[in-house]
């Protein structure tokens, strides 16, 4: 299990210096002079000097991507160019307002859609799986941002239940902060309901028909002895592994979501950054962004041997 | 749960030994039957969308804005007074447009990839796929936009966008199809023959690529159109006026409470494509279960 | 012996609910206590969906159509769920087929054995334990504490069997269903995990009904057989007499296809040997870790043989033996660490001069129908491809010999446009044949081609290969793990054991005296046959000298 745990987090190191490599790439492919595209239009001379020794601009690239990351490490993802703010700490405290979002909506969806799979799959091709299956499709092929639309528009304008615009951080003052972000989780928590619930559906089928099920049942163990006890954990892997994707996707496809309801999260960030040119901001959301999903995967992987004991011995 | 119960459905039976016959043709599922009119449909209004449209998408009509479903206009008008069913019809062409392009660009280029880095396997192999499994570590559009923030955020841009951020999917598809491919009996047959590697490679794995190929870029092109759909409502995707669901979904937002119409109609028009290509991807990998395949 | 029947099915018929086909037809047979009974059938026979049903498990898309199962008087398909699974686990037990798929991978070996006792027996957990500890023990485990806290993929196929035996036979049920229990083991160890069966039933009074498509092993062990074919059952009676004097056509084919010897062949003098290896030594990489590397393993160590022209070569050995690795390594197909192979005297490099001879000349046949055709060409296009390599052939040449080959392996016109997926594996297995001699090759490297097979369907195979071998006169290196198969169409034996030779030499000196302690395990396991009078067989078994079970 330690070699396992090792050899995964190895994997995950190179992957990371790559993506690193990429996103530095990917600011540097823009046509301009790197330090005036840093500063925008509040760019002096002087500024321009100064900053243009501090990236080691005059040295190969190899050793500007070394004192790149050496900042990185540090924390130091350089200033916004609209909001003169250090990006880290902002690209933080809007990680914080999309994260609740996220984890929250994953979390109740998981709670729901994975049990509700498991028995769709028990009860194969029955009312009940059929209408579970059906639900799940079309939840998953309304997108996100006119789910959100609709249900604002039908809880906040038609209903006013909800507020339409805005949101004051739980921190501040926690009944109003949850009003405010109901929607946006409920959004999210429809749409993933479809995905995960399909998900485990599927890999409790597979599991279903192997001959361990069997022998269970031939051991004279109850239908829900058989379905809990064996099929369950045996089937849980993959969907385990897609809960890890739909995190990542969500951190990149909450734009929309925030959009819609004027949440200041990581994905409006990064949108709003792009707008405006802000290539500080949008060198720290894409390097933090695609950390964090790396990191959630690794989790998953390292968790994953609970379900299938097997991966250890590869 | 009925407490009776003697009959628990069980592992799959025995198969006949002999199947002499072609397999005889099966009818298709409701799935594929309802998937398959939906994306017909939606390929038909764009084909037309293309060519006519009931009024031009583009003209302005001051008088008309922001006018209900009526028999003059089906869909009613936007803020511009421009008819929406129109506008519905030209935007499916665009985005069914863009989308094939992308397809089309990430599976050519993925599975140039795939195909070379199955073949050299050893370290090559290892190093493109280290390069590979980090650009699929920028999850969903976020390598879209940071592409679209090099490129530029326009029609074109998007297809270079998507397709780049895409590519790593196929490519990784397309190598392992190759890799479990070649530990195949009939590659190893072909070598014994005296057949070279590069034509083994053309004659008997490329062609045995094509089927799962074909499912992923089915599933694919949906994705694309939900994320060109999703950029164009962020506003980093086709620019107004010209018209494509996703912003005319954006466009609708402050005149929702005035004009539901505006905001229902380009969702819902997404929201069957999109389940039509699901229905339609569920059909097909039903059909190419292995599992349904005759066994000894 | 009882006269009541322990199981008595009666008329039992199982169609497919959609189709209305009838894949169990009235079939009738009993088990009374304490015997073993066998069930013998091929694919299709209906034979597992039979012994499925004597404990309730009926796929969803079957329907019982007739009949009754009554288990120890009671009726099986009257069972309301609560007796059904009181019955199962302690009256009727079962042990499948794939040792690799029927533990759950994720629950510890204790828990899982001891899930069924603490369902059916009242007893506390240090008791249960101790049961299962002494069970484990006794099925020739060598850490039975070890083991409680294991999981499943830790151990070998031939290891998971003894395990399920042992959950199973733990509740001493009255009935034990064995479902093809030693099929996809090695022949060796197939042989230690059926003793070990009956060995522990015979213990405890438990009957057993024996499923499989292994004639000989049904014959070895069960008093009683039940012959099905189709979903009928065509005969059943006392071994002897089914085997002796075999009433129904299809027992009589069975029968016959179970290997025969045939007379020594005499060859023809030859001075180079067709094939010639000389300390062959090959290896496999060890295991790429990031920071080292594992060792090479060695597969063959140091291997020498010759084969003449036109001789029969059989390869024998069980799995890990390296036989594969020798036919892939004479077939080009692994590069040798050390040693050589010469085709006709000459060496074949690349580079040799020799090498389009041998690349031409040396053709092999798969072992899996299902995997050595491409699944995107026809027929036509699979036997002509490797005739685009022979020089100075034209179109019509070519498209006669395909057509010649095809009938030469039985297969007509009309075959030559279908596709792979269409045809049966003994169909497919000729197509896999006819492509290796469709360029007259002088030498053809067979790895274990009828192993796929079901029994009736090898017999025919084999008898095809043996025709096409006397016609052509192609040498062959003939790779197997079955000695049966073995007996009928080889010249000579060579035998393989981790990557070395134990034992070589003519047929049968092989089989009448065998010297090499691992060549009589090998034979112990494979009956001997002699003809009766009445067009039947009757099966002796050689005892192996030192008989000690190995745990395997």
Request: charged share 20%; hydrophobic share 50%; aromatic share 8%.
């Amino acid at each position: 299990m330690f070699r396992f745990a090792l050899t995964r987090i190895g994997m995950a190191l190179p992957t990371l210096l790559i993506v690193a490599v990429s996103v530095f790439v990917l600011i540097r492919l823009i046509p301009g002079d790197p330090a005036q595209l840093m500063l925008g239009d509040l760019a002096t001379p002087a500024s321009l000097a100064d900053l243009r020794a501090r990236l080691g601009l005059d040295q190969s690239l190899p050793v500007q991507f070394g004192i790149w990351i050496g900042n990185v490490v540090t924390g130091d993802f350089g200033q916004s160019i609209s909001s003169q703010q250090a990006v880290l700490p902002l690209i933080l405290s809007r990680f914080w307002v999309s994260a609740q979002i996220v984890l929250v909506a994953v979390l109740l969806a998981s709670c729901v859609a994975v049990p509700a799979g498991v028995i769709a799959a028990w009860k194969q091709d029955s009312a009940l799986d059929l209408g579970l299956v059906a639900t799940a499709t079309l939840l998953l092929s309304i997108p996100t941002f006119w789910l959100g639309l609709l249900l604002l528009l039908f809880f906040g304008l038609k209903l006013e239940w909800l507020p339409v615009v805005g949101y004051v951080s739980i921190a501040e003052n926690p009944w109003a902060g949850i009003l405010y972000l109901v929607m946006p989780i409920l959004t999210l928590f429809l749409h993933e309901i479809g995905v995960i619930l399909r998900m485990a559906r599927a890999s409790t089928l597979e599991v279903l028909r192997l001959d361990y099920i069997t022998h269970a049942r031939a051991k004279g163990l109850s239908e829900r002895a058989v379905l809990w006890r064996h099929a369950f954990k045996n089937a849980f892997g993959p969907t385990w592994t897609l809960i890890g994707l739909v995190l990542g996707n969500l951190l990149g496809g909450i734009a929309v979501v925030e959009t819609v309801f004027t949440i200041p999260g990581l994905g409006r960030l990064l949108v709003d950054a792009i707008f405006a040119r802000d290539y500080p901001v949008i060198q720290g959301c894409m390097l933090f962004v695609a950390f964090t999903y790396v990191l959630v995967n690794l989790v998953i992987d390292l968790c994953y041997p609970v379900f299938d004991p097997r991966v250890t011995a590869q | 749960m009925s407490a009776h119960s003697p009959m628990s459905s069980d592992s799959t039976l025995s198969g006949g030994a002999s199947v002499k016959k072609a397999r005889r043709m099966k009818l298709p599922a409701p799935n594929a039957i309802v998937g398959g009119t939906l994306i017909g449909i939606l390929l038909v209004t764009a084909c037309i969308g293309a060519l006519w449209t009931p009024y031009d998408p583009l003209k302005l009509s001051f008088r008309e804005k922001l006018a209900a479903p009526s028999a003059l206009h089906w869909l009613g008008t936007d803020e511009f007074g421009r008819d929406v069913l129109s506008r519905l019809m030209a935007g499916a062409a665009t985005s069914v447009w863009i989308s094939i392009l992308t397809v089309t660009l990430a599976v050519v280029f993925g599975t140039l990839i795939g195909l070379f880095s199955g073949y050299m396997r050893g370290w090559t192999d290892r190093i493109i796929m280290a390069f590979n499994d980090a650009l699929l570590a920028f999850p969903g559009i976020l390598l879209a936009l940071g592409l679209l923030a090099v490129v530029g955020a326009n029609k074109y841009g998007i297809i270079v966008a998507l397709g780049i951020a895409y590519t790593p999917s196929v490519a990784r598809v397309v190598r392992g199809t190759v890799l479990s491919l070649r530990e195949r009996e009939f590659i190893a047959a072909s070598r014994v023959m005296g057949n070279s590697e590069g034509f083994t490679m053309a004659r008997h794995i490329l062609p045995n690529c094509i089927a799962p190929l074909t499912v992923l870029a089915t599933s694919m092109f949906g994705y694309v159109l939900l994320a060109e759909s999703a950029l164009s409502f962020l506003g980093l995707g086709v620019p107004p006026p010209a018209p494509t669901w996703g912003n005319m979904l954006a466009g609708s937002r402050p005149y929702i409470g005035q004009a539901v119409w505006l905001g229902i109609f380009p969702g819902l028009c997404i929201s069957l494509t999109l389940l039509g290509i699901n229905l339609l991807g569920d059909a097909v990998r039903d059909r190419l279960d292995p599992r349904m395949r005759g066994s000894r | 012996m009882n006269t009541s029947p322990l199981l008595d099915v009666s008329g039992l018929t199982l169609k497919i609910g959609a189709s209305g086909r009838t894949v169990v037809n009235d079939v009738s047979f009993q088990v009374f206590p304490g015997e073993i009974v066998g069930i013998v059938g091929e694919s299709g026979s209906g034979k597992t969906l039979a012994a499925r049903a004597v404990m309730g498990f009926i796929p969803p898309a079957v329907r019982l159509d007739g009949g009754t199962i009554r288990f120890d008087g009671q009726d099986v398909m009257a069972m309301s769920g609560k007796d059904l699974r009181t019955m199962r686990g302690s009256k009727v037990g079962m042990v499948f087929q794939e040792p690799m798929t029927s533990l759950n991978p994720s629950m510890l070996i204790g828990r899982q054995l001891d899930e069924g006792l603490a369902l059916h027996r009242k007893l506390d957990a240090p008791a249960r334990r101790a049961l299962i500890l002494d069970m484990l023990r006794s099925v020739g485990l060598r850490d039975p504490e070890g083991a409680l806290t294991a999981y499943p993929h830790q151990f070998s196929g031939g290891m998971r069997q003894r395990i399920m035996l042992a959950s199973v036979m733990l509740l001493k049920p009255a009935l034990l269903l064995a479902d093809e229990p030693t099929t996809a083991l090695d022949a060796v160890v197939q042989r230690d995990v059926m003793e070990l069966m009956v060995e522990l039933t015979q213990a405890n009074d438990t009957a057993v009904l024996l499923i499989s498509h292994d004639l000989g092993m049904v014959a070895r062990y069960c008093s009683r057989i039940v012959v099905m074919c189709q979903g009928d059952v065509v005969e059943q009676g006392l071994s002897e007499d089914i085997l002796a004097r075999p009433q129904h056509p299809y027992t009589r084919k069975l029968l016959s296809a179970m290997p025969h010897r045939l007379p020594v062949r005499l060859l023809p003098e030859a001075k180079t040997p067709i094939v010639s290896v000389s300390d062959l030594v090959v290896e496999y990489p060890g295991r790429q870790g990031f920071f080292r590397k594992g060792e090479a393993k060695r597969a063959l160590h140091g291997i020498s043989i010759d084969v003449r022209p036109g001789e029969v070569v059989a390869v024998v050995g069980g799995s890990g033996s390296g036989k594969t690795t020798l036919g892939q390594s004479i077939a080009g197909l692994v590069k040798p660490a050390g040693g050589e192979i010469r085709f006709n005297g000459k060496p074949i490099q690349k580079s040799d001069a020799a090498y389009w001879d041998y690349r031409l000349n040396c053709q092999m046949v798969f072992q899996d129908p299902y995997s050595s055709l491409d699944p995107r060409m026809t027929i036509r296009q699979l036997v002509a491809e490797p005739l685009r390599l022979v020089p100075d052939m034209s179109p019509a040449e070519r498209k006669a010999r395909v057509a010649e080959v095809l009938s030469e392996v039985g297969l007509g016109d009309g075959f030559a446009e279908r596709y792979p997926h269409e045809l049966s594996g003994g169909q497919r297995q000729r197509i896999a044949i006819a492509r290796a001699i469709v360029r007259r090759p002088s030498f053809v490297i067979a790895d274990e081609p009828v192993s796929a097979l079901d029994v009736t369907v090898r017999a025919q195979v084999l008898e095809l290969f043996d025709e096409l071998q006397k016609k052509h006169g192609f040498s062959c290196l003939f790779i197997s793990h079955d000695l049966g198969v073995v007996e009928q169409v080889a010249d000579r034996v060579i035998v393989m054991q981790d990557g070395r030779i134990v034992e070589e030499g003519p047929r049968d000196d092989i089989f009448d005296n065998p010297k090499h302690p691992y060549t009589q395990k090998l034979l112990a396991a494979v009956p001997g046959l002699e003809s009766t009078p009445e067009g039947g067989v009757r099966l002796f078994w050689r005892r192996a000298e030192n008989d000690a079970a190995i745990t395997g």
